[in-house]
């Protein structure tokens, strides 16, 4: 397995905002907005920042309250790339999130 890292002098610039949502008996919610697409972004720069992903097999292994990768996409919106018209998208929050949550 390869892991990533948050490294000043010799990595590539990545950018992630975070807004946190909710907080919880466990954990908090958040949402991310990222700016650029490194791999495994989101789950380094929250590792980075002391709060790691719980069920994140590689960069913190936690699956006491979830057994999974707890990385969800509630929106997606973007302008379609041919007819140039507004495109959105939506799914659910998953109900082992809001019973880990």
């Known amino acids: 397995m390869i892991t990533r890292e948050v490294n000043f002098e010799t990595g590539e610039s990545a950018v992630t905002h975070y807004e946190r949502l909710a907080v919880?008996?466990?954990?908090?919610?958040?949402?991310?907005?990222?700016?650029?697409?490194?791999?495994?972004?989101i789950r380094v720069h929250m590792k980075y920042i002391g709060h790691p992903l719980p069920g994140d097999y590689l960069y913190h292994p936690?699956?006491?309250r979830i057994q999974r990768q707890p990385?969800?996409?509630?929106?997606?919106?973007?302008?379609h790339p041919i007819t140039k018209?507004?495109?959105?998208?939506t799914a659910?929050?998953?109900?082992?999130f809001r019973i880990a949550f």
């Open 24 to 41: 919880g008996r466990y954990y908090s919610l958040a949402e991310l907005h990222l700016e650029t697409g490194r791999t495994h972004q």
């Open 62 to 64: 936690d699956y006491r």
């Open 71 to 79: 990385l969800h996409s509630f929106q997606l919106e973007f302008t």
């Open 85 to 89: 018209e507004p495109m959105l998208f």
């Open 92 to 96: 659910p929050v998953p109900e082992d």
